[in-house]
């Protein structure tokens, strides 16, 4: 097991400890009570850490990809509409984490839903956040640790430079995790869509398959069903642990971009213990909601309490 996975694990048993504080939109950290700057002020502040940084840590979460149109799993909104149109019609869903929750008659429809929601990431055009993110990393020596299975990041970076720790939509696994092997699901995903054109199911004999044990294939992606944490998983959180490790005597900044309540141990947590612990690194949050700096480390860091696509849309403007 990895450095960087410990302390994933040491945040988990604080989630589930303290998890009525976390439901609640809190943490069991003691919070910073610093007035923070204006909002001009913290994008000069931004941009200079940006610049000054010899290396860059990127944690980029839901509320990135949100911030870009990405904003369809838990609201029934026009991206919803646009990619999920005939479901919301027959179905009522809410949000594509609905479909996926839901008690499918046949796989058929399962699969066709699946595809659907599969296709709809894999596909989709890098998104404005990522874009500006971009201009502001470039000539930087960076690495991006991620949550997110949606593709964005691995569509504008060398996989050596990404680390997906929950998941990626291009791949699948076997669902019973019978063989540690992953395989590409892009091209099989865009056939399925093809095979099913305003149908809302696939035929059964289409459905994708383990090739070693002949069952269900399914996405490589945590929270739906068995994730497979194998050799693939923990080269994962290998690229992460030897950059840091690699770096860690550097002028480092961890940059958070959009942590949510449901998943604060994967990125914003350990960022916040290696920003206490190492002597030369700074943290930078920015959130549309959560205005969470710990004290401990309230000199060595703040929150950007503002929306994201905003905030990197003004920061990138100075590296034009």
């Known amino acids: 097991m990895t450095f960087y996975e410990d302390l994933v694990n040491e945040t988990q048993i604080n989630f589930m400890v303290y998890n009525k504080i976390y439901a609640a939109g809190g943490t069991a950290e003691k919070l910073s009570r610093k007035q923070p700057l204006n909002y001009e002020e913290q994008i000069k502040k931004l941009v200079n850490h940006i610049k000054d940084a010899e290396v860059v840590v990127v944690g980029g979460a839901s509320g990135l990809s949100a911030a870009g149109g990405g904003d369809f799993?838990?609201?029934?909104?026009?991206?919803?509409?646009?990619?999920?149109?005939?479901?919301?019609?027959?179905?009522?869903?809410?949000?594509?984490f609905d479909g996926m929750m839901h008690k499918w008659e046949t796989r058929g429809e399962f699969w066709g839903y699946l595809a659907t929601f599969l296709h709809s990431t894999i596909n989709a055009e890098v998104r404005k956040p990522y874009l500006d993110l971009d201009k502001m990393l470039k000539g930087k020596d960076f690495f991006v640790l991620t949550t997110n299975q949606d593709t964005q990041f691995v569509k504008l970076y060398d996989e050596k430079q990404v680390a997906e720790i929950q998941g990626d939509h291009r791949f699948f696994q076997c669902s019973r995790c019978c063989t540690d092997y992953t395989w590409d699901s892009t091209e099989t995903i865009n056939n399925l869509i093809e095979i099913m054109g305003d149908d809302l199911a696939i035929p059964e004999d289409k459905i994708p398959r383990c090739p070693n044990c002949g069952a269900e294939a399914f996405p490589w992606v945590r929270g739906y069903g068995n994730f497979l944490t194998a050799s693939k998983y923990e080269s994962e959180y290998k690229k992460i642990s030897d950059y840091i490790l690699k770096n860690k005597d550097k002028k480092i900044l961890f940059l958070e971009l959009g942590v949510g309540r449901m998943t604060p141990m994967f990125i914003q947590e350990p960022f916040w213990r290696l920003t206490e612990k190492l002597p030369n690194a700074y943290y930078i949050s920015v959130n549309d909601k959560y205005n969470l700096l710990p004290k401990s480390i309230e000199d060595k860091g703040f929150v950007i309490l503002a929306d994201i696509g905003k905030v990197l849309e003004d920061a990138a403007n100075s590296f034009a």
Request: charged letters at 40%; hydrophobic letters at 20%; aromatic letters at 34%.
């Open 73 to 96: 799993y838990y609201s029934d909104n026009d991206s919803f509409r646009k990619y999920f149109g005939k479901y919301a019609k027959k179905y009522k869903f809410k949000g594509a």
